[in-house]
């Protein structure tokens, strides 16, 4: 059977701060500049996914698709968006909401529903310049 990998691209709006409150606030505000303001501020993310698995011979899917987005509607997308990261979203509670600890959470979050498939990478698109992916581990 043939391999092949598929990737779903969501979006979501979020606000955080990033602040380690295990640190001074001066070694914060070096650290993180203004993504440390006291206030927070928010992104417009792109979340996205890859799978790979076996081509099914009878509907020619890795996964589909909609079954993706279901998933990730219902464990990620329903918590994070619109909401405040630092405080609205249990299981990120005691990280710094920072893209890379993200990305690390989102696929602990859907790892579990990929039965049929095997998770490749989790990317988060912070800016159109800026991105983090995450292939587990």
Aim: charged residues 25%.
């Amino acid at each position: 059977m043939p391999i092949a990998r598929v990737t779903r691209r969501v979006h979501f709006c979020a606000g955080h701060r990033l602040h380690n409150p295990d640190l001074p606030d001066d070694v914060n505000r070096d650290t993180y500049g203004l993504c440390n303001n006291p206030s927070g501020h928010g992104h417009n993310y792109d979340l996205e996914v890859t799978v790979e698995g076996e081509v099914d011979p009878v509907t020619g899917y890795v996964m589909d698709l909609k079954r993706l987005k279901a998933l990730l509607e219902s464990r990620v997308l329903g918590d994070v968006d619109h909401a405040n990261l630092n405080v609205d979203v249990d299981w990120l509670s005691g990280l710094v909401p920072t893209t890379e600890n993200l990305a690390v959470a989102i696929w602990g979050r859907i790892e579990s529903g990929m039965s049929d498939v095997r998770l490749v990478s989790v990317r988060i698109w912070e800016t159109e310049r800026n991105s983090v992916e995450y292939r587990g581990g």
